[in-house]
């Protein structure tokens, strides 16, 4: 009789719109005890696969390893303090030997084969002595890309030059206003001294 009644609600259910079953499933649930609904929650939980599932504890460690080192060293600091799992992963020297090498920084010693997270300390260490400069204080220490530093030598040559050429030129105009010579020869003049 159980079963031919199931089947009967199975039937209708099967005949009835969204809203319907939705109303239908409401009026189920709200009638069932506490274990019935944990019995449903449990076969969900098994069922219907489950989103914002944490990744490293589906994939195998190798993949989730993988993933992590695409992220940056503040990043992977960051992700270390998700949970212990996470810790676990992010410190590992599979991760961090790259980081390091990548600066040239390599470790003093052989790393033991029970010891953990050796790389990192390394890279958190070789980060911190390092002398680093705003880039406002490096460019008053080095001076930047464009410009040259010149002596004062240098500077006052090129105020020489400078000035020099334009009293040439102020000399060749006013020759040209006073005789129509040609160009070479005020310049072969100029050359030799006779407009100073």
């Known amino acids: 009789l159980f079963n031919e009644r199931v089947n009967l609600i199975g039937h209708w259910y099967d005949l009835w719109t969204d809203k319907q079953r939705k109303q239908f499933l409401h009026a189920i649930l709200t009638r069932s005890s ?4 944990k019995f449903v929650q449990d076969w969900f939980t098994e069922e219907v696969p489950v989103t914002k599932v944490d990744f490293t504890t589906i994939l195998p460690r190798i993949l989730s390893l993988y993933i992590l080192s695409f ?6 600091c ?3 303090q998700v949970c212990w799992h996470w810790k ?16 040239g920084w390599f470790l003093p010693y052989t ?7 050796a790389w990192k300390r390394h890279y958190i ?22 410009e040259k530093k010149e002596n004062k030598e240098e500077q006052e040559e090129k105020l020489q030059e400078k000035w ?3 009293m040439l030129h102020e000399r060749l105009a006013l020759e040209k206003r006073k005789k129509p010579y ?12 006779y407009f100073f």
């Open 34 to 37: 506490r274990s019935q609904l």
């Open 71 to 76: 992220l940056n060293p503040h990043d992977l």
């Open 78 to 80: 960051s992700a270390a």
């Open 88 to 103: 676990f992963l992010a410190e590992q020297d599979c991760l961090w030997m790259p980081k390091c090498t990548k600066f």
């Open 111 to 117: 790393p033991a084969d029970n010891e953990y997270s």
């Open 125 to 146: 260490s070789c980060a911190c002595s390092l002398d680093y400069l705003t880039p406002r204080e490096a460019a008053e220490t080095y001076g930047t890309l464009n």
């Open 164 to 166: 020099l050429r334009r």
């Open 182 to 193: 040609s160009k070479d020869i005020l310049l072969s003049q100029c050359k030799k001294g």
